[in-house]
């Protein structure tokens, strides 16, 4: 069965320092791994994905994760935070085994201070 | 391209009255959701329909709470009678194909029941 857990629920760092948001996933078969982002409001948008190929996939706004599959691991990562990047980020897991089935992770909050 | 439409944006109700809730998909999108999310509990999934047939009504959490498809392109969830605890932001998400594509979420219906 598939699950994901997102490590930490609150991160906060300075603005200009690395982000980092980790996410770890159990999964029977390759799985396809997300990360999205929830801004006040608004609903959950694409950051990026992996699916199959490169296990580093970057995404919008400077992040990028990388799959390893040794670890289980699918954490996310900019070099840089910027004060527009508070928001709550989601992890989530996906099989094809003939039919739907994504789990999302509970969210980590990310606060930027100046 | 449109987003997923999602209306209200807001609605407060008393106690007791009936609630509905609408989602206007992406275009072209096989796949749709309804999701709640609260602080507590986070983001849950509700039900989801493919190709307009409901296929996973596990999570909708009592018979208070309906949902229909009729067509591709429009989906209801309704709530009757509607209780405080049903107090919650939901969300309406479609997606294209099977597992390896991301959801697309809409801004939501945030529903405060007095």
């Known amino acids: 069965a598939q699950s994901v857990t997102q490590l930490g629920s609150h991160v906060s760092v300075s603005e200009g320092a690395l982000v980092l948001l980790r996410c770890n996933y159990s999964?029977?078969?390759?799985?396809?791994l997300f990360w999205y982002v929830q801004y006040p409001n608004q609903g959950l948008q694409l950051l990026l994905k992996?699916?199959?190929?490169?296990?580093l996939v970057k995404g919008i706004n400077g992040f990028e994760a990388e799959f390893k599959k040794s670890e289980t691991s699918f954490h996310l990562t900019k070099p840089s935070a910027h004060m527009s990047d508070a928001a709550e980020y989601f992890c989530?897991?996906?099989?094809?085994?003939?039919?739907?089935?994504?789990?999302f992770g509970a969210g980590t909050r990310l606060f930027v201070k100046a | 391209d449109a987003g997923v439409i999602q209306s209200p944006r807001h609605e407060v109700t008393e106690m007791g009255q009936e609630v509905t809730l609408r989602c206007k998909p992406i275009?072209?999108?096989?796949?749709l959701f309804w999701y709640r999310q609260t602080m507590m509990r986070g983001l849950e999934l509700l039900i989801y329909?493919?190709?307009?047939?409901?296929?996973?009504d596990s999570g909708m959490p009592e018979d208070r709470f309906s949902a229909k498809m009729p067509n591709a392109s429009f989906s209801t969830l309704k709530i009757q009678p509607s209780e405080p605890r049903d107090s919650a932001v939901y969300f309406c998400?479609?997606?294209?194909?099977?597992?390896?594509?991301?959801?697309?979420f809409g801004d939501g219906t945030r529903l405060s029941i007095l």
């Open positions: 989530a897991v996906s099989e094809d085994t003939g039919g739907f089935k994504t789990i």
């Open positions: 999964s029977s078969v390759p799985p396809y």
């Open positions: 992996y699916t199959t190929g490169a296990t």
């Open positions: 275009s072209g999108h096989d796949y």
């Open positions: 329909f493919n190709n307009n047939v409901p296929i996973d």
């Open positions: 998400a479609s997606m294209k194909d099977s597992s390896n594509q991301p959801q697309h």
